[in-house]
């Protein structure tokens, strides 16, 4: 019989940790739509802030913040007793405007980059309770991402930001997270040995993210794949979380009931996850209408979350649901 409990209830009575990320434009953008945060703070115990996080919306110049956006995630976050994930302090993507043009010394950019993390994680000490700290620092073969960070200050930027970080946020968790890490392959071996070399340097890392974000999900990794790889992190001591879930298909291959699809693929990894110690799983938004991918792959479906264009929640929805219950 179906719960009349919502699938907050069931998480917390899991010890899961139930997650979506929210853009401050999904307060803005659909007005019209039953209220974004509602139907989070209805269903989800914790809160990814979207993009407003990043350098790029938080810096509008290189001595100035703009904390509009993260404020108003973060609030109603904490207001509503949510986990809050704050992503991300370092990353390549979506710098602001004058970032790449700014002619900067190697010692130029690692004092901006300190006092970026201390205002930011600082400002937040009280209330965001894990960072993505570093993300995507990894590249495709394994190797080191040559980024601007890295090219300035090679891999010690990474222990430097954890430090950072750690100093003005000793309370928070501290993640690196990354994509195409899900299950054992050429780039989470890489990933494997830098969180390997950081935890024996003695950085202050708490944990490794993997974003699983589940394109052409027939062909993505399978359960039993993951759970081998989350095993394999909490072996190194690490804690392992799902951070930015969404599943969608390829166009040309889409399976005849799709949704049915991706409500087995969201119960299946969310299963192996808890059966492998992982107690975080977030979704890369509430509802479709908001998913980054209506804007960013035209080859792939643009339906991959747990509720539709109207809130209304999917099979996704309910499969995760019944999991649950049947775990209570
Ligand atoms: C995406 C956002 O959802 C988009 O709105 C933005 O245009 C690009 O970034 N990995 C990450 C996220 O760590 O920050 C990305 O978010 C998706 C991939």
Redesign the pocket.
Known sequence: MASEKTLRQLADENDLTLGA?I?A?AFRKYPDDPDVAQTLTREFNAVTT??AL?MGPLRPDRNTYDFEDADAIVNLGVANDLLVRG??LV?H??TPGWFYPWDYTDDQLRTFLRDHIHTVAGRYREKVDVW?VV??AVADDGTMRETAWYDAMGEEYIDLAFQWANEVAPEADLFY???GIDEINEKADGVYALLERLIDRGVPIDGVGL?M?AFRAQEYVDPEALGENIRRFKDLGLDVHV??MDVAYDRENVPENHLEHQAQYYRDILEACLDNGCDTLVT??VHDTA??LR??DQTITDDPLLFDEDFDPKPAYFAIKDLLESRV
Do not use: A, R
């Open positions: 990320s853009t434009d979207g993009n990043k992503h991300t990353w993507n979506q993505d993300n995507e997270n990354d994509y974003q974000h951070t930015e890369w938004g998913s980054w804007n960013y």
